[in-house]
């Protein structure tokens, strides 16, 4: 604890951390040597980790990256930080993330930017880009993330480590601030899939507290991770290949992808021709349902308030209006447009569908085939700066994650190789709970 302690302060430069939680780490860290020392310590004590900021931890400040909740000190723990607790797991801070978890490069923080220590000029991706880079730099060796939209899989890849967005549902929600319920999903964050497989272990499980927990129960996850993939079929959909993939990306997957050829692996091409439709689709589920959950941040109960306002017109309006940043409001109005009387069934109503053509691609793909493969971002880390003017540039950082949230299916994201010096991700996109199957075949290319 006190060396990864030690290195967070030394690369306080990458802005990877909100909170740096010190002293109740050492202590927990004390209590997991007595635990340890006296045998049957639970499988994860003393393993420093960190939780993305959008976790709720009790008695420390959890601000989901905006002003809005920079005073916000939660009053209970979400149960992944508890499950994790649980497990002996030191929390050594928060992380830095896109604002509620809007955006694909941590730039949306009200904390400001998070540099990618593979080029600290270039982004780690978002909105788990704190996570990410702080894995990448070695400041801690795990830690939690969320994926909506590929929040996971993306700052994963962008940063060269292993992210696991599980099953909708397999991980509770409870305690984790809400941006598009029926998408967000958390999960670990690591380096390896070895580590993934402990981390999501302790994790995963119903939830009474989470309507939309599966009760069913969880598998040894490590337990076969060394399985022969002989015979395993990987489907890749043509889709995914075309040209909007930067042509050196095509080459690092197409190399990962023979790799688990030799490994003896069959490839069959699969085709999902409702996949150009998620982004637009997406962009109308998640900003509706972020309408509708961001309604609770009103300058009244908690959060944000502006300076003296007159009257609880004034107290709404200032305070939503100081406290939102702007990728926030632009969703928040986006939504509400999309939720109004008149759109609901030209919007709102018509992305459902697509949702259904979306997951039935995925559901018949998957008949045929064991696991799906492709890339997780159209290139690699992308500079500072480079796309904060244009949202619909950005969106489409999300082109191969966004449609796996839709479906509901659990995908990872695994360092296949770098174009100029830069990491590049393999996503496996795997059956619903399959995420066994998705770690062995993932540890076998590690
Ligand atoms: N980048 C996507 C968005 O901005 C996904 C974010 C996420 O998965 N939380 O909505």
Known sequence: TRTYLDRIKQHQNLNSFISITEAQALSTAQQADIA??????????????????????????????????????????ATVVEKLNAAGTVTLGKLNMDEFAMGSSNETSFYGAVHNPWATNTVPGGSSGGSAAAIAARLIPGATGTDTGGSI???????????????????????MIAYASSLDQGGPMTQTAEDAALMLQAMAGFDPKDSTSVELE??????????????????????????????????????????????GAEVIEVSMPNLKLAIPAYYVIAP?????????????????????????????????????????????????????????????????????????DFNKALEQVDVIMGPVSPTPAFGIGEKT????????????????????????????????????????IGNYFAEAKLLNVAHQYQ
Do not use: W
Not at 153 to 175: D, E, N
Not at 297 to 326: H, K, Q, W
């Open 36 to 77: 340890l020392s006296k045998g049957n310590a639970p499988l994860l004590t003393g393993v420093p980790i960190a939780h993305k900021d959008i976790f709720c931890t009790q008695g420390i400040k959890t601000s989901c990256g905006s002003k809005m909740l920079d005073n916000f000190i939660a009053p209970y723990n």
């Open 218 to 263: 969880v598998p040894d996850y490590s337990a076969g991770l060394n399985n022969s993939l002989a015979g395993l079929k990987i489907g890749l959909p043509k889709e995914f290949f075309d040209a909007a993939l930067n042509s050196d990306m095509g080459t690092v997957i197409e190399t990962a992808i023979n790799e688990y050829k030799k490994m």
């Open 389 to 428: 003017s244009d949202p619909i540039e950005m969106y489409l950082a999300d082109i191969y994650t966004i449609a796996i949230n839709l479906a509901g299916l659990p995908a990872m994201s695994i360092p296949a190789g770098f174009i100029e010096n830069k990491p590049v991700g393999l996503q496996i």
């Open 153 to 175: 899989r993306q700052p994963a890849a962008l940063c060269g480590i292993t992210g696991l967005k599980p099953t909708y549902g397999r991980v509770s929600r409870y305690g």
């Open 288 to 360: 509706a349902e972020c309408s509708a959950n961001l309604s609770r941040m009103d300058g009244v109960r908690f959060g944000y308030r502006c300076a003296n306002p007159v009257d609880l017109s004034d107290l709404y309006i200032r305070s939503r209006g100081e406290g939102f940043g702007t990728e926030v409001k632009r969703r928040i109005l986006v939504g509400t447009y999309a939720l109004s009387e008149g759109y609901y069934d030209a919007y709102y109503i018509k992305a459902q569908k697509i949702r259904r053509l979306i997951s039935d």
